[in-house]
């Protein structure tokens, strides 16, 4: 009888299902709905738009030709006036005139990519390396160090967050732009690296360690049996790995807001999501449009993971 | 050149000794198998002549370099793994060509000695496969094509037919005699498989509980084998081993009086006691024949008046059991005995085949 399920079972365990996706999905829905709703539709409850608008992505992604913005007949009767040396004028004028108030959203996704990509890459890198040696090699010390590292995953972020910061004012590190930028760089790495070292640790001891063997009979260092052997059949995790790190690069809001308050150029998404809110931007079809295009990687992330997880499995290869 | 020396080979797992001393000089060319029961340590030796395990103490010298330092992929040797250990993400194909690919060698070269090996493992249907898709005894025929591609001085074997049905085993087994008699390398061969030892081995050498209990050709093991223990391993069915009485003039068994000077293969030249010394007598059961069938000469005794016990019918031949000093003996006689159950029977021994064996020590006399 097993696997046999009635119509009344599959109806229900379908509703159930359904009841759950539609759950979790609806704030996504409402995300995206709203960005797609013109100013007059915002206090509508219903999630369909009446009219689809696009202008808040176009505008986030700098679609729209740059608005010929008009100054205001006060501020023309100041500039008008003789008395006000030129250079002044220029000031006023730029400051009415400059498209500064627009959102760059493009250069703050450039941002976060750098730092989650870059971040998750080196810690992958590490966590390959880590990995394999406590889980195949013996040394002294290794349990200690296996511990000592989840430990510090266990730690919370934000009881570190302020003797970080120290640590990096201390060594001159955060007063300089590149400093504060490669400290980012590093806590993002620290913060992932356990979790990654962790994950790839268990998925390697579940590699037999006879193909390693087969590689070096068959003439291959313990370097090369790695990379042609391990690396290959372990790319579901090194997938699901890179992308654990990625997700928490590119969502992380608390030690960015420390280490980048200084420096808008470097700001990355949840940052700029966090100033669109204050700012005289906060129009809600360009901040649920933002929200929806940070959204965006990460979901492309997984839909590109899934094909990785086909690959790599290692039944097959030893007996029993 | 790769002759192999192994000297007092120690290999211990925390304070466990597996091996316990093993010296072992294996020649150019020469094919040795390792036979012994489970446990006893033949793939630890196997593996730490692959480098894949560390002596504790010893040396093992291939060619003429110590190798004890060496790491596996400088010996050149080829291996058979006893689980397969075949790449789960590679097919059929990419497996067998792995180690070529990685010297470079040419494409024509590849698929030419891909084409010989496949045809000759009966592997083409399978080669675009990968290993999960395929039954134990094809995952076998792969290992065993990806060692023997590769030109090694060395070839290990850890019981690469084990899977296998015992016709592709027969087939197999001939053509690891013919690639042997072609290239000529050294090859070190592991199985608990009898005929396989008999039929390809140079040299035999019979593994006890980390020590070597004899080396020497399949012959000589077979009929001279220097201890009970070897000698019950070795043949099947194993030889009967039963109690008697040696005396000067005679051998006692049960009251049957077995002519001491026709016992040529008893070398015992210490002065035995009046009373008689107590020993094990070993006798095949291949050498054992019905008197019906043989005309009693010189060197043959004859067991008269013996009663059946059990009679198995094995197809070709028959293995009867009877009782004979208290124990339980087995004989295998021709398809043409006629014989019953409770039934009796007059059987000849050849007496140049008698072993004897000290009643302690089980070593021969
Ligand atoms: N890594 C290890 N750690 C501890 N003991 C081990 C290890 N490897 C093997 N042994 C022990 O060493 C002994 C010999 O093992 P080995 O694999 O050489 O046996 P074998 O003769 O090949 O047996 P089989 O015919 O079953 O393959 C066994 O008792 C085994 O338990
Ligand atoms: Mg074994």
């Known amino acids: ?320 | 050149m790769a002759a192999i020396t192994l000297k007092n080979i120690i290999k211990s797992y925390d304070k466990t000794q597996v091996v316990k001393g093993i010296d072992l000089a294996i020649e150019d060319g020469e094919f040795v198998v390792l036979v012994g029961p489970s446990g006893c340590g033949k793939s630890t030796t196997l593996r730490m002549i692959a480098g894949l395990e560390q002596p504790t103490s010893g040396d093992i010298i291939i060619g003429d370099r110590v190798v004890n330092d060496i790491e596996p992929q400088d010996r050149n040797i080829a291996m058979v793994f006893q689980n397969y250990a075949l790449y789960p993400h590679k097919s059929v194909k990419e497996n067998i060509v792995f180690a070529l690919r990685r010297l470079k060698v040419d494409n024509e070269e590849i698929e030419r000695r891909l084409s010989e090996i496949s045809e000759m493992l009966q592997l083409e249907e399978l080669l675009d496969r990968k290993p999960a898709d395929l039954s134990g005894g094809q995952r076998q025929r792969v290992a065993m094509g990806r060692a023997i591609i590769r030109e090694a001085d060395v070839f290990l074997f850890d019981e690469p037919l084990s899977n296998l049905d015992s016709k592709l085993r027969s087939h197999m087994r001939t053509e690891i005699g013919k690639i042997h008699n072609k290239f000529g390398r050294t090859s070190v061969y592991v199985t608990h498989d009898q005929v396989e030892a008999m039929t390809l081995a140079d040299k035999v050498v019979v593994l006890h509980d980390g020590y070597i209990a004899q080396s020497g050709t399949p012959m000589e093991i077979y009929l001279n084998p220097t201890n009970i223990f070897v000698a019950q391993f070795i043949g099947s069915p194993s030889m009967n081993i039963i109690e008697g009485t040696l005396f000067n003039d005679y051998l006692d068994i049960d009251g049957y009086h077995l002519p001491r000077e026709q016992l040529s293969n008893v070398v015992y030249q210490a002065s035995i006691p009046d009373s008689g010394l107590k020993v094990k007598v070993g006798i095949r059961p291949d050498f054992f024949n019905d008197k019906a069938f043989f005309s009693e000469t010189e060197a043959a005794f004859n067991f008269t008046n013996l009663t059946i016990d059990l009679i198995e019918p094995m197809g070709f031949d028959k293995e009867i059991l009877f009782n004979l000093a208290g124990g339980s003996v087995k004989a295998r006689l021709d398809l043409r005995s006629e014989i019953k159950r409770g039934g009796e029977i007059d059987l000849l021994v050849d007496l140049s085949r008698v072993l004897i064996f000290d009643y302690q020590t089980e070593q021969r006399l």
């Open chain 1, 1 to 320: 009888m097993i696997g046999k399920r009635t119509i009344t079972g599959r109806i229900g365990f379908a509703l159930a299902v359904l009841l759950l996706v539609s759950f979790s999905l609806l704030p996504f829905a409402q995300i995206l709905s709203t960005s797609l709703k013109h100013q007059y539709d915002w206090g509508n409850p219903s999630l369909i738009p009446q009219t689809i608008n696009l202008d808040a992505y176009k505008e986030l992604l700098g679609l729209t030709e740059a608005k010929k913005v008009e100054i205001p007949a006060a501020i023309q009767k100041i500039l008008n006036n003789p008395k006000l040396p030129q250079d002044k004028k220029d000031a006023i004028a730029a400051k009415y005139m400059s498209n500064d108030n627009l959102f760059p959203f493009g250069k703050y996704m450039l941002n976060s990519v750098i730092f989650s990509v870059g971040a998750a890459t080196f810690s992958l890198v590490f966590s390959v390396m880590g990995a394999y040696s406590i889980s195949r090699l013996r040394f002294k010390g290794q349990v200690v160090i296996q511990r000592s590292v989840l430990f510090v995953y266990m730690v919370g972020g934000v009881l570190l967050m302020v003797p970080l910061y120290q640590m990096a004012m201390n060594i001159g590190l955060a007063s300089s732009l590149w400093g504060s930028a490669f400290c980012l760089f590093l806590i993002y790495i620290v913060q992932t690296l356990p979790v990654g070292m962790y994950m790839l640790g268990n998925y390697f001891r579940g590699i037999p360690f006879a193909l390693e063997e087969a590689a070096m009979m068959d003439g291959c260092s313990r370097k090369e049996a790695i990379i042609k052997v391990v690396l290959p059949l372990s790319l579901p995790m090194l997938a699901t790995v890179f992308i654990y790190c990625f997700i928490i690069g590119w969502n992380e809001y608390l030690f960015a807001s420390v280490f980048l308050k200084q420096y808008p150029e470097f700001h990355t998404l949840p940052l700029a999501l966090q100033e669109l809110f204050v700012s005289k931007n906060a129009i809600w079809d360009r901040i649920m449009a933002a929200s929806m295009l940070t959204l965006a990687p990460i979901v492309i992330c997984f839909l590109f993971a899934s094909r990785f997880m086909k690959g790599g499995k290692t039944d097959g290869g030893v007996k029993g």
